[in-house]
């Protein structure tokens, strides 16, 4: 983890760049068989990709809220064997 370091832009995107080339390929090659080529059967329908985004958002959401409560489940765990430890005589 890096604490108190600001990264410039040009950092970034040099270390990004294999990465932004590769998705750059991934949307220019269906742009140009719909434009140039004319193929319109590759174009897709806005509903099921509304419906898939929606149905993604919802298990990521619940995911998350899983996650997060096994978190506080766990701290409040870790403060209940502090404040037990500290109870313990000498």
């Known amino acids: 983890m890096h604490v108190g370091h600001n990264y410039s832009l040009k950092e970034v995107l040099n270390w990004t760049r294999k990465d932004i080339y590769h998705l750059f390929l991934i949307a220019v090659i269906p742009v140009i068989i719909y434009q140039v080529l004319g193929w319109k059967w590759v174009a897709l329908p806005w509903l099921p990709i509304a419906l898939l985004g929606t149905a993604v958002?919802?298990?990521?959401?619940?995911?998350?809220?899983?996650?997060?409560?096994?978190?506080?489940?766990?701290?409040?765990?870790?403060?209940?064997?502090?404040?037990?430890?500290?109870?313990w005589p000498l």
């Open 57 to 87: 958002a919802f298990v990521v959401g619940f995911k998350n809220n899983a996650a997060y409560d096994r978190l506080w489940e766990a701290r409040k765990i870790w403060g209940a064997i502090l404040n037990i430890s500290r109870t």
